[in-house]
């Protein structure tokens, strides 16, 4: 039987609404099951909805369920910093005081506060290293409408999604893509290109994920923490940088990196838009 649960729909990677990525959080998702969630989550037609849960790991402050229109991921970097946001606007309390655990399918993810801002460490790669297969090589440069000599890199920086990452000259170039969707069905394809020196934001990313229901996804912190941990590692990137991603879906997205030990923490501002309940 259905029952008024409460509700939030965020902006993530923006402190100005609607110029982010929006996700839709059911703050009470005890109880749906993976059908009424999916179903949910086609029906908001957002790149992620998520729902909130008691932990099962005595670790975690709340545990985590992700969905796009197309299915469930094991994580996903947005709804991370959007879900956390939403879970402690609505009362949650961290067992330890500016620090958070997520619970997920791909594990524990640690957050922290940064000022206004919240930030999760990037988790390690499942799978990383250039992508060798040449009919890859050659299907990401089909899907992205270029000569595979215009890709610098491809790589795996999978962190659970899945992702790929083909990197172009600079940033110019990524803002001028116009992908062949059908072309790139079975890819999770993450595009990167670097501004020039001096610039505010370090990187232009993009990122396509056509079978899940998601073209083009306006801000993507799964790829940006893989991406990060593929560019700091290979010395193609500073300890600290901001990514800029959005642009071609008119969005303004700030994806804020800094390497800090062991950890490489993604963060970003969330701007709450709606506060209410859903009837599920």
């Keep these: 039987m259905s029952q008024l649960r409460r509700f939030a729909q965020v902006d993530v990677f923006t402190a100005e609404p609607l110029r982010g990525n929006a996700l839709a959080v059911v703050i009470d998702g005890e109880g749906l099951d993976e059908a009424q969630m999916a179903a949910f989550a086609r029906w908001t037609n957002l790149s992620e909805t998520t729902f909130l849960l008691p932990p099962t790991d005595p670790a975690a402050d709340y545990r985590l369920r992700i ?23 609505s009362g949650g309390d961290p067992r330890k005081p500016g620090e958070l655990v997520q619970q997920c399918a791909i594990g524990l993810v640690r957050l922290k506060r940064e000022g206004t801002r919240l930030a999760f460490a990037a988790p390690p790669l499942r799978r990383s290293g250039p992508v060798e297969e040449p009919a890859l090589r050659a299907q990401v440069a089909r899907s992205l409408r270029l000569d595979e000599a215009e890709l610098l890199d ?16 600079d940033a110019a170039a990524v803002l001028a893509l116009r992908p062949d969707f059908v072309a790139m069905q079975g890819l999770k394809l993450g595009v990167v290109g670097a501004y020039p020196a001096g610039a505010a934001e370090a990187f232009e990313v993009r990122a396509f994920v056509p079978g899940l229901g998601v073209p083009e996804d306006p801000v ?36 804020h990196v800094a390497r800090e030990g062991e950890h490489t923490w993604i963060g970003g501002d969330v701007t709450p838009l709606i506060h209410g309940q859903v009837r599920l």
Excluded at 70 to 88: N, V
Excluded at 220 to 231: E, H
């Design 67 to 89: 969905f796009t229109p197309g299915g469930e991921l094991p994580f996903a970097g947005h709804p991370t910093l959007g879900s956390a946001h939403a879970w402690l606007a």
């Design 220 to 255: 993507t912190g799964s790829l940006n923490a893989g991406l990060a941990l593929w560019l700091q590692g290979a010395g193609l990137a500073p300890e600290r940088y901001i990514a800029a991603q959005g642009a071609a879906l008119g969005r303004a997205g700030k994806v």
């Design 154 to 169: 491809v790589v795996w920086v999978d962190n659970g999604p899945g992702w790929m990452a083909a990197r172009l000259k």
